[in-house]
């Protein structure tokens, strides 16, 4: 866990893309299926630690920018239905739109590190 308030809980995700390691998932606390059904107050609250988010990963990871995504509906590659927005570090030709994420899950102890350094930052 990297971030937790009423409304949002943030952490490392389970699964990474090979040159983008740590990105977090931002995730409200009350179930809504997809972006349809999120409440403006989830929404901003969303947005919210999003941003804060974005700017510790900076510090914290030393990324050269961010990227967020977010999907909808099988179409738009929704495989979870609980709405969430992934928040990626980028660096200089990670090529993160080009590659597949990693095939195996990372354990709860890997992602330790990150979320550490995240919570430092904040």
């Given at each position: 866990?990297?971030?937790r308030d009423d409304r949002v809980f943030a952490i490392i995700a389970p699964r990474w893309w090979p040159r983008n390691a740590g990105h977090v998932l931002i995730i409200p606390v009350?179930?809504?299926?997809?972006l349809y059904d999120l409440p403006a107050a989830d929404g901003h609250a969303v947005?919210?630690?999003t941003q804060r988010l974005a700017r510790a990963?900076?510090?914290a990871y030393g990324c050269a920018g961010v990227?967020?995504?977010q999907h909808n509906e099988p179409a738009g590659n929704q495989d979870v239905w609980h709405f969430h927005?992934?928040?990626f570090p980028r660096?200089?030709?990670d090529d993160l739109y080009g590659t597949l994420p990693e095939p195996d899950w990372l354990r709860a102890d890997q992602r330790h590190a990150y979320a550490d350094r995240l919570r430092d930052a904040l």
């Open positions: 866990m990297v971030h009350a179930h809504h299926e997809n947005f919210d630690a990963m900076r510090t990227s967020t995504r927005q992934h928040l660096y200089p030709g």
